[in-house]
């Protein structure tokens, strides 16, 4: 199973655009990676999930390069309700296998 | 929307009891989890099944059993609770449809605390 390396913290402003980079060196051919946020007492939520080179929805962007051996999660203008923990995990959803959650990038927001 | 439910959002137990945590799901997902999360440790997999009555030990499972009867519904038991058992337990569902985004639906937790 890859494991992956995250940033323990980040602290941002209102308006600003926070990017969260995440290593998965031993990423396997046929894993994607996924991101996750979660809330104090509340289960994680999806963001979003790719495979390779960009992907974006309403949420977020995910840039990842060519080697596949990290991603960047990129949020937007970030606002006060987007502090939470931010996790990476690296599997394949075309095969059931368990996914390891890491510790997660606890995000700040301040005014 | 996938709504996934558990039974009990705060519980509180004493040493010795047998506790069970139920999580039903109402998306006919054939995929359920159980985690446990502990500050500083982020979410640690304790049990996992694949389908109905089916089931594989997760990273942690020692202390715990679970039982899947039905689909929509995985139950994680602490056969004998102890203090070091106090936390808050995530359960998931995911539907195994390959090609589909890997996306794991999350109940709200329950936060146990083991006297």
């Known amino acids: 199973l890859a494991k992956t390396t995250q940033p323990i913290s980040m602290d941002s402003y209102e308006g600003q655009e926070v990017n969260i980079t995440c290593s998965h060196n031993n990423i396997a051919t046929n894993d994607y990676i996924t991101w996750y946020q979660q809330f104090p007492s509340q289960g994680p939520r999806f963001i979003i999930q790719?495979?390779?080179t960009k992907v974006t929805n309403e949420v977020a962007s995910l840039f990842i390069p060519a080697d596949r051996k990290s991603s960047t999660l990129s949020l937007p203008r970030v606002s006060l309700s987007d502090t939470a923990v931010y996790y990476c995990?690296?599997?394949?959803?075309?095969?059931?296998?368990?996914?390891?959650f890491g510790t997660g990038t606890r995000l700040l927001v301040s005014p | 929307d996938v709504k996934v439910t558990q039974s009990s959002r705060y519980l509180v137990k004493r040493t010795g009891e047998k506790v069970f945590l139920e999580c039903v799901q109402d998306m006919d997902h054939e995929n359920m989890f159980w985690y446990r999360q502990d500050p500083g440790l982020g979410l640690r997999l304790i049990y996992f099944s694949y389908d109905v009555k089916m089931k594989e030990k997760g990273d942690i499972p020692e202390g715990y059993s679970v039982s899947r009867e039905k689909k929509e519904r995985f139950s994680l038991i602490l056969e004998s609770a102890s203090t070091n058992q106090t936390s808050m337990y995530l359960c998931a569902s995911r539907s195994w449809a390959g090609g589909e985004p890997d996306t794991q639906y999350f109940g709200p937790g329950t936060r146990l605390t083991v006297l």
């Open positions: 995990l690296v599997g394949d959803p075309l095969g059931f296998q368990k996914l390891v």
């Open positions: 790719g495979y390779k």
